[in-house]
């Protein structure tokens, strides 16, 4: 049963992992967790480059769950860390369909937080046939306005880490942040982009949470991965068309979905997630009072875990 205190089940190990290459460029990690012959399930992390963790496994009943979870590209322990080449949405829609291909998987559940959401609904919305259903929190629609709200809502609820952002932006480009930012993440002198992609993850990680939690050690492949990845695919608008994923629902609309939304998150504000509920008449929407954006947030973690154990029994959600 899940650790009654987290919610969460126990620590577990892998039970097997490994690279995988998908081009001359870019090797991805990934791993296999639970029971081989248990119901297949896709972990898909968020950021972009934000990349796995070991508390990523603990969703699941590894009874009953085959959990298969990866570093996309440029992310955690795959090759380039922060390489934006050759790194778009629909490129990673297909490493996902090579590794279901490689683990010899028909169809599975996707598990999605934050961009783990926006893949897992353009993963879905590309290969619906190969979905049992979507547990997705913290939506992420990547859209214009959600992009806005992202770099400049901060200065309504943090303005403190607001200035902090904005402080090494000279006057004459705060006018457009993500630009500013895209120019020296993407510089070729360390000395330039290590201090931007710095500043853009701590810019984000201090605004996950509701309440404060203690801030962990830097990492270098977490801030490059996501400073670069972020940047990238938000200058890029997560290469999608105007508002592609709500438009396309309808492919997707007959497999169960369940949404698990923190109510107070500046990350990935709940509108979205309202929205998507709305456009996905068959959807069950979580809406949890005390919560922000992190997926180990206690009323998030304990919604996510609820939602894995009522599909194992019912494979759809109430």
Known sequence: M????????????????????VDALHTIYWEEVGNPNGIPVLFLHGGPGAGLSPAHRRFFDPQQYRVILFDQRGAGKSTPVGECRNNTTQLLIEDIE?????????????FGGSWGSTLALAYGQAHPERCLGFVLRGIFLCTQPEIDFFLEGARWF???????????????ERGNLLQAYVKRIMSDDPAVYWPAARAWSRFEGRRVFLLPQPEEAPSDAMDLGVGRLESHYMANLGFFEDEQLLRNVDKIAHLPAVIVQGRYDVICPPVSAWKLHKAWPGSVMKMIPDAGHGAMERGISAALVAATEQFKRLRRFE
């Open 2 to 21: 899940p650790d009654s205190n987290q919610s969460l089940f126990p620590a577990i190990a892998p039970l097997r992992h490994g690279m995988l290459e």
């Open 158 to 172: 943090h303005p403190d880490v607001y200035d902090e952002f904005v402080a090494p932006i000279p006057q004459e």
């Open 98 to 110: 090579r590794l279901r291909a490689m683990f010899g998987i028909g169809q599975w559940l996707v």
